[in-house]
């Protein structure tokens, strides 16, 4: 079972606000992802890691910022939402082949 | 640009019968997975396919993968209602298991009806 987190699962915020989506894991995974996906959709990746101080931008261009400063933390900042924005957001980490996923953040930007 | 392309993209199918959803990808790769999402919710991993002829089997779910192909297929066999959902494949582009993230289907959303 694997065990990650994301905070908080729903957010409705704003216009210009500036958020940060959490996610941790407790299995101590160098690697971590944040993908986007809209409903229904696939899911697109937007940043990742392959360890502390290690991060790099995924395929889908985002306006979102990301850090890694400890092993098991990797948060999402928005410096200033834009309805746009609106999506769900998927944090994972793997290892040994396998990528796990968070719960989700569900965004929706007024 | 590497492309993962699934299909169908929307099945109906009754209780009972069985049916394949097809994965069709673009590159080489001998790494693809197979998950699971309901309405609303998170990713579930189904199967993890790491070589050519890889075959996995969970219930009435059946993933194999043939790298010569780039084809993977996920077979249903004698559908319930439970199964309904939606099902992605994603590939690992770097065959590095993952390390640079999965490119995704558009997904099979699925709907068994009694």
């Known amino acids: 079972e694997a065990d990650i987190y994301q905070t908080p699962r729903y957010l409705v915020i704003g216009t210009g606000k500036k958020i940060t989506l959490e996610c941790s894991q407790t299995?101590?995974?160098?690697?971590m992802y944040w993908y986007q996906q809209d409903p229904g959709m696939e899911l697109h990746l937007i940043h990742y890691?392959?360890?502390?101080?290690?991060?790099e931008k995924g395929d889908l261009s985002s306006e979102s910022t990301v850090s890694r400063i400890r092993t098991e933390h990797f948060p999402l900042t928005l410096e200033s939402a834009r309805p746009s924005h609106t999506s769900q957001y998927l944090c994972?980490?793997?290892?040994?082949?396998?990528?796990?996923f968070g719960p989700g953040t569900r965004l929706t930007v007024l | 640009e590497l492309k993962v392309e699934q299909n169908p993209l929307f099945l109906s199918m009754q209780e009972g019968k069985n049916y394949t959803i097809y994965c069709n990808y673009s590159?080489?790769?001998?790494?693809l997975y197979w998950y699971r999402q309901d309405p609303g919710k998170s990713l579930e991993s189904l199967f993890v396919l790491l070589s050519n002829g890889a075959v996995k089997q969970e219930g009435r779910l059946m993933a194999s993968l043939d790298t010569k192909a780039r084809l993977s297929t996920l077979h249903i066999t004698a559908a319930v209602h439970d199964l309904s959902a939606t099902y992605f494949c994603a590939v690992d582009p770097y065959s590095g298991g993952g390390a640079d993230g999965l490119t995704f289907g558009k997904g099979t959303h699925l709907i068994i009806q009694p």
């Open positions: 590159t080489t790769s001998d790494r």
């Open positions: 994972a980490s793997s290892a040994y082949n396998e990528q796990f």
């Open positions: 890691s392959y360890g502390v101080n290690s991060t």
């Open positions: 299995m101590g995974h160098d690697k």
